[in-house]
Structures are given as C-alpha cells and as structure tokens.
T-cell receptor, first 115, second 113 residues
C-alpha cells in the first residue's frame, strides 16, 4: 500500500512564475491537508480538502495560493507569481477519517526554491 | 499566536538513557495530541498520540504524558537509541473540523553512542 506521494520532490521557479505541487493521498483516504514549513520553523497548516470540497482554508495566504482536490486525480497546490518568501518545504498529508483521533500520514514533501 | 510551543530547540542524550521532550499548549479546546518524528528531507512520521481524556499512553519505548491542568505534555523515550536522533514535533487538534494539526516548532534530539 503506497504512502502519500508528492511530486516533484524539488522544484525551482523564478520569481513571477507559477508553481504546481501534486499530492496523491494514501489509497482509500479522502481527506487531504497541505502544510508549509519555512526554514527553522514548524509545520504550518494551510488547507484541508475532501474530494471536490475545501473544508478549511484558514491557513492559506489570501492571494496567489489555491488548492483543489478533484474527483479524479491528485490534489494540487498552486502558487501563482511566486516570490522568494514562498521558498519552503510543502508537505501533504492524508487521513482516512476526520475528527478526534484522526491520524494523518505525510508525504516526503516538495521543496520549492524561488530564485 | 503560537498555540503549541516546544521551548527546547535541541536536546542531547546518551544512548541508553531517557529522552524527555516537552510541549506546552494554550488552547483548552485541543482534545487530541500527537508526536511526529522527522528526518531531514523526509516527511513527518507518526509516533504516538493521546486523547485529552487520558493522562498517559505507552507504545514500546515511547510514552506520552498529558497534564491538562498545566496544558503540558511530554514524550519519554526509554532507552534512547542513536536511531532516535531526529526532529520531534508535538501537534494538537480539536474535534471540529478534525484532522487539522497545529504543530510546535520542533525539538532536535541527538542520541550519542
């Protein structure tokens, strides 16, 4: 049973370009979460999605960032017009259920570098 | 507003001894707490968790203690092994909507042979 798969593992973008990060959850998991880890910091929640729905986007920056989890295919985190401050590790997690006691399984992350 | 805090950025322990990692939280609505372990260039791996209705949970060498009145939890690793060297994150969640985790800043544990 494959774990959470994220690609690409490393992504380099020039300022102003778009970054697309992909996440395939564990088989059978319909809950997906995106987190961002800036250098020397902990993971910060960005967004929580179920199939075709955004459940909680309280951690998403108001501009340039969007996320989707379509009925078919992986979840996508999209960053438009990237800036140097977007350089970070972006982690996706998935879970079988929601609610107390829900264990989230993490992917290996995508390291975005904006040059 | 840092709702989950790990005040020790690093900890060094001798192999075979006990490692104690601490975590404090401010939000009394948190009802579930988890510890994750993270190696460089990898994603966090779930270690152990505890519900707010308990004060202790044990799994092999790992034990988590929860003191709700002090809003404090700790992870004990006994005996510590060199392979335990990693960054440990404490995380907390509430029942609504569930799943979303609030992480501490992490503590880097180094276990020396």
């Amino acid at each position: 049973n494959a774990g959470v798969m994220q690609n690409p593992r490393h992504l380099v973008r020039r300022r102003g370009q778009e970054a697309r990060l992909r996440c395939s959850p564990m088989k059978g998991h319909s809950h997906v979460y995106w987190y961002r880890q800036l250098p020397e910091e902990g993971l910060k929640f960005m967004v929580y999605l179920q199939k075709e729905n955004i459940i909680d986007e309280s951690g998403m920056p108001k501009e340039r960032f969007s996320a989707e989890f379509p009925k078919e295919g992986p979840s996508i985190l999209r960053i438009q017009q990237v800036v140097r401050g977007d350089s970070a590790a972006y982690f996706c997690a998935s879970s079988l259920n929601r609610g107390p006691g829900t264990e989230a399984f993490f992917g290996q992350g995508t390291r975005l570098t904006v040059v | 507003d840092q709702q989950v805090k790990q005040n020790s950025p690093s900890l060094s322990v001798q192999e075979g001894r006990i490692s104690i990692l601490n975590c404090d939280y401010t939000n009394s609505m948190f009802d579930y707490f988890l510890w994750y372990k993270k190696y460089p260039a990898e994603g966090p791996t779930f270690l152990i968790s505890i519900s707010s209705i308990k004060d202790k949970n044990e799994d092999g060498r790992f034990t988590v203690f929860l003191n709700k009145s002090a809003k404090h939890l700790s992870l004990h690793i006994v005996p510590s092994q060199p392979g335990d060297s990693a960054v440990y994150f404490c995380a907390a969640s509430t029942g609504n909507p569930g799943g979303k985790l609030i992480f501490g800043q992490g503590t880097e544990l180094s276990v020396k042979p």
